[in-house]
């Protein structure tokens, strides 16, 4: 079946930093990738969507300058969290869907939980 | 704006016996997916079933079965013959109908599944 893979699943960095987190589509070709964040105990919200050789969607209230989304090909896309803040610490997700198969359903990395000390 | 919504925050089931998850959701459109999505403890997103709109007929997939009440707008999910490991985080799902390869699921608030031994 189709894989995402996301890396990395768990990740430390201190306040100020910048982390890049990385969505692969292992078997299959996705134009769009979608960026969840879910704090503890609680649901996926949908940050962003990453669309493959334009800019991404973001929802709103999510920072655009705070979260950098790139898509440089069918196959990849990253999420840049740029001057991390403790608050910025949770659980992120991405998800993806096989071009291919019309009704194919969504499918999702293992998530990456990112701490900012 | 479409919203899904999981009134019971926490279940708990027998080994064996069978149980019911429920969701409702709001939507103007009528055509759509619905998808119950399980989260164990490792925070994977696996899929569960999946539901087409459009389709009369309840989904079911092994000991996993819904009950879409389009008009009443209620999806339910029954989890037949309980096993320790369905034990999760159920999230129950709305996606609009696909346009131009786009996407995106909007969530219910989950709820916490246990199973007695």
């Known amino acids: 079946g189709a894989v995402v893979s996301q890396h990395p699943s768990w990740v430390i960095c201190k306040s100020g930093t910048s982390v890049k987190i990385e969505c692969r589509s292992l078997d299959f070709q996705a134009t769009t990738m979608f960026w969840y964040r879910q704090f503890p105990k609680q649901s996926l919200m949908l940050m962003a969507t990453s669309n493959e050789g334009s800019k991404a969607t973001y929802e709103q209230g999510v920072e655009k300058d705070k979260f950098l989304i790139n898509h440089a090909s069918l196959t990849l896309s990253t999420l840049t969290v740029t001057s991390a803040h403790p608050e910025d610490s949770s659980f992120y997700i991405c998800s993806a869907r096989d071009l291919i198969w019309h009704n194919s359903p969504l499918h999702f990395g293992n998530g990456t939980r990112l701490t900012v000390t | 704006a479409q919203t899904v919504t999981q009134s019971q925050p926490e279940m708990s089931v027998q080994e064996a016996e069978t149980v019911t998850l429920s969701c409702t959701y709001d939507?103007?459109?009528?055509?759509?997916?619905l998808f119950w999505y399980k989260q164990p403890p490792s925070r994977q997103m696996i899929l569960v079933i999946r539901?087409?709109?459009?389709?009369?007929q309840n989904a079911t997939e092994n000991r996993f079965s819904v009950n879409f009440q389009k008009a009443a707008k209620s999806f339910s999910l029954k989890i037949s013959d309980s096993q320790l490991g369905d034990a999760a985080m159920y999230f129950c799902?709305?996606?609009?109908?696909?346009?131009?390869?786009?996407?995106?699921?909007?969530f219910g608030k989950g709820m916490k599944l246990t199973v007695n031994p």
């Open positions: 539901q087409e709109a459009y389709k009369q």
């Open positions: 799902a709305y996606r609009s109908p696909t346009q131009g390869g786009s996407e995106k699921l909007v």
């Open positions: 939507t103007s459109e009528s055509d759509y997916y």
